[in-house]
Every structure is written in structure tokens, then in C-alpha cells.
């Protein structure tokens, strides 16, 4: 059964959203002890930021919680122009289109778009992992590593990502995201390491925060035996809701498809030179 996004829901999930990026921004803050990294509340929503070129630098769930007045967007570009990036913020199609204009107006411009997916998590089906792959809990290593390195490897398939992450970057924000409460799972085929993904519970919601697979062992099953893995651990939390964002049109997005998500809104990605 297909799954219907109203307002209501994309407000819950995009709160999760700007929850999530405070708690990373507060881990990056508490990882590098210099008092760099922000956190500020703005309508509803959060203008966070962790460390340079960092995943977690964006306003997000602004739309859903009023327009937010003028003196707090200075406040905000002011802290990332301090900072020293640009500000990128991310917009609901489900949102006010008010806060659209309202950006645009300032000087943000359209530079990208990503999908959110959803699925209801009460009618799993029960398929267990491909031959020859295995999904467990991960800490550190070699998870940091594989997921990594196979992200610098991108996927060709659908809208390229406006972002490019170091590694050092990406190593920081899994640590981050561990540390705002994201678990990790490590999938093995024939017994080596070839993907990993993490989860990260927000009430009822579950945040499929990232995954990556090795070029070696793409189109094997390895995300799908993933899925299947956090989406299982989801419902036993008793969530009702899992959700993932993706580059349209990518492998990702077809594979999270394959497994009964539905698109349930896109985000309009504005970005505004510090």
C-alpha cells in the first residue's frame, strides 16, 4: 500500500530533521572543544553548523513553523559568514512557499534537489538476506573505513550531488552522528566487509542516516539486506515511520523503492555565498 505525505508528516519528519542536525552540531562542538560549531533554533527549524564542509552546515525544517523574521536570518548568515561558509538551506515542497520567496529575495539560489522517501513500517515483508550476506551491529572500524571510502566512489546513476566531502569530513560527521545517537550496521558477503548503513530513532520516526557499498560488491543485494536489517529494528522499536533522503533518480532511490518506499516530498536545496 502506497504511503500519503501530508503536511502534518512532512512537518514531524522535518522536525526530526533539524533535531538531527542540532545533535550533530553539538557532537562536532563537544569533538573539537573550539566553540566553532552552532546550533540556533530559526522558526521551527535549525541553522546548524559543525565544522568546514561538513554534511551537517544547513538550515533545515524551516516552512512549518511560521516565517522567520528578518533580524533572525542575519543573525544566522552572520554566524556562518563568521564561520567562514556559505548558507545552505533546505526546503519542503511541502512547506510555505513563503519561505522560498523569502530566501530567493535575499540572494539564495536554487543549486540542487533530494527526494525524501518513506514507508509505513507495519507491514514488513519477511524476506531475510541474499545468499552469502550477513548484517550486524558495527562500532568504529572497519565500518568508518568501508563507508568512506565507497562514498568517494560514487554512484553514476541519477542527479549528481551538488556536495563533495573529504574523507577526514565524512569520517567526522559518522563519529558525529554515532555520538547524536545513529546506530550502525556492517553487512558482509562471503565474509568480508562490503557495506555498512546507520539508523538514528526520532519518536516514532525512524532516519535512515546514510549508507554506502563497496564498488566491489554493488548490486548484490548488500543495500537491500541493509534496509531490510534497520527496518526490522525500527518496527521492534515501535516506530511508525522510516525515512530516507536520496539524489533523484539514483541507485539509492531505486533501491529504497525496491523495498516499498514511497517519494513522499522533495527538498528545494538554496545556497547562499558567505
Not at 11 to 24: C, F, G
Not at 187 to 192: F, I, P, T
Not at 231 to 258: F, I, K, M
Amino acid at each position: 500500500m502506497s504511503m500519503f505525505c501530508d503536511a502534518d508528516l512532512a512537518a514531524r519528519i522535518e522536525r526530526a530533521e533539524a533535531e538531527l542536525m542540532e545533535a550533530t552540531s553539538r557532537a562536532a562542538g563537544r569533538r573539537r572543544g573550539d566553540g566553532s560549531a552552532f546550533a540556533l533554533a530559526l522558526a521551527g527549524g535549525a541553522a546548524t553548523f559543525a565544522e568546514t564542509d561538513s554534511p551537517f552546515n544547513k538550515i533545515a525544517g524551516l516552512g512549518f513553523g511560521g516565517t522567520p523574521p528578518d533580524a533572525e536570518l542575519e543573525r544566522v548568515e552572520r554566524a556562518f559568514e563568521a564561520a567562514g561558509s556559505p548558507v545552505q538551506a533546505e526546503v519542503a515542497t511541502l512547506a510555505d512557499p513563503a519561505i522560498a520567496e523569502l530566501l530567493t529575495g535575499r540572494g539564495y539560489r536554487l543549486v540542487s534537489f533530494e527526494n525524501v522517501l518513506g514507508r509505513s513500517l507495519t507491514d514488513l515483508p519477511e524476506t531475510g538476506p541474499a545468499a552469502g550476506i550477513e548484517v550486524r551491529p558495527s562500532g568504529e572500524d572497519p565500518y568508518e573505513s568501508l563507508v568512506a571510502d565507497a562514498t568517494a566512489t560514487a554512484d553514476t546513476q541519477g542527479v549528481p550531488s551538488h556536495e563533495d566531502f573529504d574523507r577526514e569530513v565524512l569520517v567526522n560527521a559518522m563519529r558525529d552522528l554515532a555520538e547524536s545517537g545513529a546506530r550502525r550496521w556492517l553487512a558482509l558477503r562471503d565474509g568480508e566487509p562490503a557495506g555498512g548503513g546507520s539508523m538514528r530513532i526520532a519518536g516514532t520516526i525512524a532516519q535512515l542516516t546514510g549508507a554506502a557499498t563497496s564498488p566491489a560488491h554493488r548490486r548484490r543485494g548488500v543495500q537491500t539486506a541493509l534496509l531490510a536489517a534497520r527496518l526490522a529494528e525500527a518496527a521492534v522499536a515501535g516506530c511508525e515511520v522510516a525515512v530516507v533522503t536520496t539524489q533523484p533518480g539514483s541507485q539509492s532511490q531505486q533501491n529504497v523503492q525496491r523495498m516499498g518506499f514511497d517519494l513522499l516530498y522533495t527538498r528545494a536545496v538554496l545556497l547562499r555565498q558567505a
